[in-house]
């Protein structure tokens, strides 16, 4: 197990298209986290699954957002009708539970370009 | 919403010498991480300091965390080239963190 991975790595879509990123957390991980950041800033959460449940959600986390995390393994991230405003880098990150106590273990990102 | 906020926002030094950065936060914590971000990549975890720990060291790493203050400071001694990247300071309250804006350091050989 090589850490997180997330893809695609780049995605570039036009205003309006629905896109859909992948996380696959370190399996002995058992929470997963979605982040947010935008240039020149620190990464805003946006959610976090402990296992299959998701847990908690932040108001950033618009209706055209949607997560899940099937059988508590990988995560997706689903963004409908897209506007300019989520160009962003969407990173994950997964922990331990009592993930507070631990570092998080981040992805590289994928880095989304709405045109 | 960011935790907080981070002092300086950039900083240039010469390799060898020491960066200091610090942080502030608004709520409880229970503890404070930070970590490091090269340019365009994920985040990578250098320290956590728990919120009854005052001091903590790892390597070239020197965290101190103040309670009463709500603040933070990372120190990193003689600095290299490779440490040039964006530092965040992070506050962990119930599983979520909360990540102040950076400071971004260079270091120049």
């Known amino acids: 197990d090589t850490g997180v991975s997330q893809d695609p790595r780049h995605k570039i879509t036009k205003r309006g298209q629905n896109v859909t990123f992948r996380c696959d957390p370190i399996?002995?991980?058992?929470?997963l986290y979605w982040y947010r950041q935008t240039l020149g800033q620190g990464p805003e959460f946006l959610t976090y699954?402990?296992?299959?449940?998701?847990?908690?959600k932040s108001r950033l986390l618009s209706d055209r957002f949607s997560a899940e995390r099937p059988k508590g393994s990988f995560s997706t991230l689903e963004i409908q009708r897209t506007e300019q405003g989520d160009s962003a880098m969407y990173l994950c990150?997964?922990?331990?539970?009592?993930?507070?106590?631990?570092?998080?273990?981040f992805g590289s990102g994928t880095r989304l370009t709405v045109v | 919403s960011q935790q907080g906020e981070e002092d300086p926002q950039a900083l240039s030094i010469q390799e060898g010498e020491n960066a200091t950065m610090n942080c502030s936060y608004k709520?409880?914590?229970?503890?404070l991480q930070w970590y490091r971000q090269n340019s365009g990549r994920g985040l990578v975890h250098l320290i956590l300091?728990?919120?009854?720990?005052r001091e903590k060291h790892s390597g070239r790493l020197r965290v101190t965390l103040d309670t009463s203050k709500k603040s933070s400071s990372l120190l990193i001694t003689a600095s290299r080239a490779a440490d040039t990247a964006s530092y965040f300071c992070?506050?962990?309250?119930?599983?979520?963190?909360?990540f102040g804006e950076g400071t971004q350091l260079t270091v120049n050989p």
């Open positions: 990150a997964s922990s331990l539970a009592g993930g507070g106590h631990y570092g998080y273990t």
């Open positions: 992070a506050g962990t309250s119930g599983s979520r963190l909360t």
């Open positions: 300091i728990r919120s009854n720990e």
């Open positions: 399996s002995e991980h058992n929470r």
């Open positions: 699954f402990q296992n299959e449940a998701q847990l908690e």
């Open positions: 709520t409880s914590i229970n503890n």
